[in-house]
């Protein structure tokens, strides 16, 4: 076999065949980027037809002069929502379990295996508290619910697990969120049993040395 027809038979093949790869993966990314573009407009408009309402005013903090440790019990709160938000983003089930009642369990179960099945991650993070407050402190003869109101900023946005690609949400810029946490004690037991976001919205990109604080 000559020089020309191994040329013929075996290289422009090969090369003919790394070109078409070459060619799908390039369409599939710029679609990819382009629904993740159309993804983002979307979430964008719907964040803007939301009214931009300071919620606060509605959660007037109680009377808490005969309360002890009162700024403790706020640091504790806030402390245990981030382990359960890492807990939540990293998908660790068994720490979930600790710090969550049963139906709260059940629920971040469910996101869990939504997104294992898209193959997707949340990105919840840098997460900073403008406010806590102590609504209101129930007691029966077995358990204790204290309602919060917390106010917060982070990252928050979904990812592609294998390509770490932005899909959903913004990774440049934080929101604001509002809120209600109930924390149930019981015995030696202590976890937070409902958490209901009661506002939210996208703050401005932040400008600092074009890094993401």
């Known amino acids: 076999m ?4 191994i040329i013929v038979q075996v290289i422009v093949p ?3 065949f790394v070109l078409l790869i070459v060619i799908l993966i390039y369409a599939i990314l710029k679609r990819a980027q382009s629904n993740i573009k159309e993804e983002n407009i979307k979430v964008k408009k719907i964040e803007e037809s939301i009214p931009n309402i300071d919620t606060s005013i509605i959660y007037k903090e109680m009377d808490l002069s005969k309360i002890k440790d009162a700024d403790n019990i706020k640091k504790t709160l806030f402390a245990m929502y981030k ?84 899909m959903r949400g913004f990774d440049d810029r934080k929101i604001n969120q509002e809120l209600l946490i109930f924390l149930v004690k019981k015995e030696d037991e202590c976890v937070i049993n409902k958490i209901v976001k009661v506002g939210q919205k996208t703050l401005e990109r932040e400008k600092k040395n074009g890094k993401k604080k």
């Open 2 to 5: 000559s020089i020309k027809d």
């Open 14 to 16: 090969a090369v003919s």
């Open 83 to 166: 382990e359960v938000i890492k807990a939540y983003t990293t998908f660790d089930k068994k720490t979930l379990e600790k710090l969550t009642s049963k139906t709260l369990y059940n629920n971040y179960l469910e996101l869990i295996d939504v997104l294992d099945k898209n193959d997707e991650a949340e990105v919840i993070k840098n997460i900073t508290t403008n406010d806590i407050r102590i609504l209101s402190i129930k007691k029966t003869k077995t358990t204790c619910t204290i309602k919060f109101y917390l106010n917060i900023n982070c990252y928050n946005y979904k990812i592609d697990r294998k390509t770490k690609t932005t």
